[in-house]
């Protein structure tokens, strides 16, 4: 591993960053490779011809440019994905520890209570929505374990579709879950068997 502390947060960006940018930071250097064969080619020639030694050093400068452009890239794309993850766990432990519904009222505590997210309000209310997205399938789902256990114990019929049209009439709400269901009541039918 280098020794300078650049090169070591240079090369982990590298490797955290998507394949299209790992892919566009090989090109600059096959071209600079490239064009330093052809100036040093065109300075080892007998004749010079200083037009064509003066546009090779033009593009060999423009792909040393494009290098720089494609590490500042490589470097906003780590650092933009290191924001938006500590964001989220700042975010969920926030919306857990505080118990509010409101998702104006958690933008503007949770702002107030880090004031360096102050400039991300739009960041900061996108994240909650899909946080308080994600606790509010997460308890439809806890729900629906414990009362479909509940259920599974008091039948005895083991048929899945018996079992789903009665739990269907039973609870009408989870209709649209048709499938979830059925699927879980197949988890839970098969682990009742493999435990008997």
Known sequence: MPRSGRMRNFIREYEESPR??????????????????LLAHALTIKAPDLMVVELTLILLIISIIEIFFVIGEIHR?????????????KLDDFIIEKKERNVKKIVTDFIDYYPE????RDEIYHTTCQIMQTHKEE???????????????????KN????????LKKYPKYRN???QIYDKTCKMLGESYKKS
């Open 139 to 157: 308890a439809w789902a806890k729900e629906l374990d414990k009362k479909l256990k509940s259920f599974l114990k008091r039948r005895k019929k």
């Open 160 to 167: 899945v579709d018996v079992i789903l049209k009665a739990f």
């Open 177 to 179: 879950f048709r499938i």
């Open 20 to 37: 299209f940018e790992k892919l566009s930071f090989i090109p600059p250097f096959l071209i600079v490779f490239v064009e330093g064969v």
């Open 117 to 120: 997210y102050k400039n991300n």
């Open 77 to 89: 794309h780590y650092a933009q994905n290191n924001f938006n993850k500590i964001l989220v766990i």
